[in-house]
């Protein structure tokens, strides 16, 4: 704005009519009340407004006595109101009875009206002068009953069906206002079906909390399949001795499922132990299944069916049989490499599930060493683990450990098989010369493997013959390893000096022990 608010003298034409902001009042003492007209009081015979009603004055005092004036009103006197309507209005007070406090015009009829209550200056404060909204008790003591006051009802919101089961997932994350939920609440009661969905709701809203972690529970497949086949048991069942390979395979199908296309060629290391040091190979993720396949035909061809290599002159090393694959594969393999192995591992349990007990027994050539079906299902099953974690690292996906059941039978088929590794060992020069040989199946000197946590147990590994049996009170040493770091150690992940977490007892047994568990690592 410029030119101090005068651009044109001629504006107050245009707003003359408009309505104008009033000026600053007086101050209340300059304010002449005689002049103010006060309203007139209604005529008799009628109830008078209580906005009419002029606001009382005391009575005058007698003549020498000082005037009274409330505490309220100490500070201000009144204005003197002065002749005119007000003083017509309003008589005088004069000898006589003191006025009444309440004014009340008398009823039309003519019947006199009660007369007011008296105040008693000895009573207490709330009861020496009843109110009008205040009745006096009886003389007896015994409390008269007050009317009851008015309440909002409560009684809850009538909504159509289709609009309660609307409001249930509301009502489930507690959205709903008090009228609402008190309505679902009272629907629930006798509605079956939106009682159902309530709590399906109700325990999907757990699965929220952002401070859990997204990743499914990897026992969620077994309680379900578990409580599947607790109401329906399957016609027929999985071999018990399956079930871990059965449980693993399915949890890399679901990694893998969930990895893109470019992530199917991400570099992965396969880290194993050879003799003293540890060496690795460098492969691709559709390159690890790939030598899950070639080595899971190692099982297909024990139970008659087709081995993914199709060669009568193929290898029974796994090393061997892995690298036949590769170089038989003419491009690098891709994400389709997936489904045929998701084949074969499903006709592996289908067979062995349709065979009955006796094929546990069926014996399956690695080449050096023979194991029967079941331990090299479980053997299987604890190498898809393995390299379904070295996968999870290449593409940065969380991989846990298997359920305590399957890592603990997993971890008692390497014990079971240290004997053997240390006396291979033993016979190449690599291990110290036995002590005490015994005759087999005798107690022979044994170290303690103490495995802690997840799947952990005690396991008394024979040291000095792979026929003697471990015993507690022939105990000469003793280990205490982590579950999962000791299936590590065996997966050949870590070296055997940085896997002790506590040792006592015989150096060099413990020393040859935690060599032939890394030993028993391969591709």
């Not at 009823?107 to 709330?126: K, V, Y």
């Not at 109110?131 to 006096?136: A, K």
């Not at 891709?334 to 592996?348: D, G, I, K, N």
């Not at 040859?512 to 591709?523: M, Q």
Request: glycine share 10%; with cysteine.
């Amino acid at each position: 704005m410029t030119g101090g608010g005068r651009e044109s003298e001629g504006g107050e034409e245009e707003v003359r009519g408009a309505r104008r902001i009033p000026g600053p009042r007086g101050a209340a003492d300059d304010l002449d009340l005689a002049s103010v007209p006060l309203p007139p009081l209604p005529p008799p015979g009628g109830n008078a407004p209580d906005e009419a009603v002029p606001e009382q004055s005391q009575p005058a005092p007698a003549s020498g006595d000082a005037p009274e004036t409330p505490e309220s009103d100490a500070g201000e006197p009144e204005p003197d109101l002065g002749p005119g309507p007000a003083a017509e209005a309003w008589p005088e007070p004069g000898p006589g009875p003191e006025p009444d406090p309440w004014p009340e015009a008398e009823p039309a009829d003519g019947t006199p009206r009660p007369a007011a209550p008296e105040w008693d200056p000895a009573a207490p404060a709330a009861e020496a002068w009843p109110g009008p909204d205040r009745e006096p008790e009886p003389a007896d003591g015994t409390p008269e009953p007050h009317a009851p006051d008015p309440l909002v009802s409560s009684a809850p919101v009538v909504l159509p069906h289709q609009v309660l089961k609307a409001l249930l997932g509301a009502w489930a994350l507690s959205a709903c206002s008090a009228e609402e939920t008190a309505a679902v609440e009272d629907h629930l009661t006798g509605c079956a079906p939106c009682a159902d969905e309530a709590l399906r709701l109700r325990d999907a809203v757990g699965l929220l909390h952002t401070d859990g972690s997204l990743d499914l529970d990897p026992t969620l497949r077994t309680r379900v399949l578990d409580g599947c086949f607790g109401r329906r048991p399957a016609r027929i069942p999985v071999p018990e001795w399956a079930a871990p390979y059965d449980a693993e395979t399915a949890r890399l199908d679901a990694l893998l499922r969930d990895i893109g296309d470019s992530e199917w060629h991400a570099p992965v290391r396969l880290q194993w132990f050879e003799e003293e040091r540890q060496v690795s190979r460098r492969t691709t993720v559709a390159g690890v299944i790939g030598h899950l396949m070639a080595v899971d035909g190692l099982l297909s061809a024990a139970l008659g069916l087709d081995d993914p290599l199709d060669g009568g002159k193929t290898p029974l090393d796994p090393t061997e049989r892995t690298e036949t694959y590769w170089s038989a594969t003419r491009r690098p393999p891709t994400r389709a490499v997936r489904e045929p192995w998701r084949a074969q591992s499903h006709e592996l349990i289908r067979t062995a599930s349709f065979a009955g007990r006796n094929v546990a027994e069926t014996s399956v050539s690695y080449g050096a060493f023979a194991l029967p079906l079941q331990d090299a299902a479980l053997d299987r099953a604890f190498e898809c683990w393995v390299h379904g974690g070295d996968i999870a690292d290449a593409v940065d996906y969380p991989y846990p450990a298997p359920s305590a059941a399957h890592l603990h039978r997993m971890i008692d088929l390497a014990a079971r098989m240290l004997p053997a590794a240390l006396a291979g060992r033993r016979s190449a020069g690599l291990a110290g010369p036995a002590k005490d040989l015994v005759a087999a199946g005798a107690p022979g000197r044994s170290l303690h493997l103490e495995i802690e946590g997840h799947g952990g147990g005690d396991w008394y590994i024979a040291l000095d013959s792979p026929a003697a049996v471990g015993a507690p009170e022939r105990a000469v040493a003793q280990v205490a390893l982590d579950g999962v770091e000791f299936c590590r150690l065996v997966a050949g992940h870590i070296s055997p000096v940085e896997a002790a977490a506590g040792q006592e007892g015989d150096r060099e047994a413990i020393r040859d022990v935690l060599f032939a568990a890394a030993s028993l690592s391969r591709l």
